[in-house]
């Protein structure tokens, strides 16, 4: 497998994501990978020879190497420090293929870390005088020509609840609503000004905001209220992004067809990752919404995870015969490369993929 060889091309993922017209080849776009699933591939391709671990950029020239070799035209990055402290963790056995042998970790629903405002007033909320851009600026220099980043500009509504809890957000709404708005005001300000920094990198071409905010019927909270209290920050992070002439994708898992319309013209999302096929596959969401937004992966987490190689091939044509067209797709799981996922499987997407002709 992989034996057909990819250049990355930056200029032409960027041409793919604005659908200027049906791409020659298939793109690639992953949210992440399980540290587990990359490790197993280096092991597997041996793909590190040359690198030196003792180099203080070895992180970095290992992510390069294995993106390339697996297609990627952009790699992830960002600000080291950006960061949400939460001891409101539960943790169990990660009983994985790959398994995690820190364990696999959840967010409690029911014990939030802020559910005062005195908790709200002494959270150490990140201070940017204590970001490190090392990574960020190290790839300004020595990242190939032909690649690009995109950077993680993430949760505002995701990290309201993680702070909050679930249940603690659904109470607040009513019982505690300016404590809610403190929330989003505070947290949507920070993700502004990360994304005011990365857009300063050249070679940052996409921020890739995150937001799961639904589940398999209806958003999480009422739609009215993402879109009043969440969607102007992201508005905000997109809005620099495009005046920087870069692009604003969205990673956001749940039933979101009561908010599309606002994501796409309230907030000017670019392209929308995350699909199930229980919820809407894409190649529906393709015909639904593709001549709006770029759409990004969708070959089903369930199929990957217990499908057969040759099914989660069969899917991959599929999808393509249907996305590929007029450009607008990027080819990948249907929310991030987890390590329950049979590497068979995944290495089959990617396969098929480069086999793939219209």
Not at 14 to 35: A, I, V
Not at 75 to 83: D, E, L, R
Not at 99 to 127: C, H, K, L, M, N
Not at 258 to 286: C, N, W, Y
């Amino acid at each position: 497998m992989l034996d057909i060889p990819i250049k990355p091309d930056i200029e032409g993922l960027m041409r793919n994501l604005r659908r200027e017209g049906t791409p020659e080849r298939t793109y690639y776009m992953e949210l992440f990978l399980d540290r587990e699933v990359e490790d197993a591939i280096i092991a597997r391709y041996d793909l590190l020879q040359g690198l030196d671990p003792a180099d203080p950029y070895f992180e970095l020239q290992r992510r390069i190497a294995l993106y390339r070799f697996l297609g990627y035209d952009a790699i992830p990055a960002g600000i080291i420090g950006f960061v949400f402290p939460r001891d409101n963790l539960n943790v169990t056995d990660d009983t994985a293929g790959l398994a995690r042998q820190s364990g696999r970790t959840w967010a409690d629903e029911t014990r939030g870390v802020i559910t005062s405002w005195e908790d709200f007033e002494r959270y150490p909320w990140p201070r940017s005088e204590s970001y490190d851009l090392s990574h960020l600026e190290w790839l300004e220099k020595n990242l190939p020509d032909d690649m690009g980043v995109y950077a993680g500009c993430h949760s505002i509504f995701e990290e309201v609840t993680w702070l909050m809890s679930y249940q603690g957000l659904c109470f607040a709404l009513y019982d505690q609503p300016d404590l809610v708005d403190a929330m989003f005001e505070r947290i949507g300000e920070l993700h502004t000004e990360a994304a005011g920094i990365l857009v300063q990198f050249s070679r940052v071409r996409i921020l890739f905001g995150g937001d799961d905010m639904g589940y398999k019927t209806s958003t999480m909270i009422p739609a009215r209220i993402l879109i009043e209290k969440s969607f102007p920050w992201h508005a905000r992070s997109a809005r620099l992004a495009h005046e920087h002439g870069k692009l604003y994708l969205l990673h956001a898992c749940g039933n979101l067809a009561e908010v599309m319309p606002a994501l796409i013209e309230q907030v000017q999302i670019d392209g929308r990752h995350s699909f199930e096929d229980a919820i809407e596959p894409v190649t529906v969401a393709k015909k639904r919404w593709g001549d709006r937004v770029a759409l990004l992966g969708g070959i089903d987490m369930d199929l990957l995870a217990r499908g057969t190689p040759e099914q989660v091939r069969q899917r991959v044509r599929e999808t393509l015969d249907v996305c590929m067209p007029g450009g607008g797709y990027c080819l990948g799981s249907g929310n991030t490369v987890a390590n329950y996922i049979p590497l068979e499987n995944y290495l089959a997407m990617l396969d098929e993929g480069r086999r793939y002709t219209a």
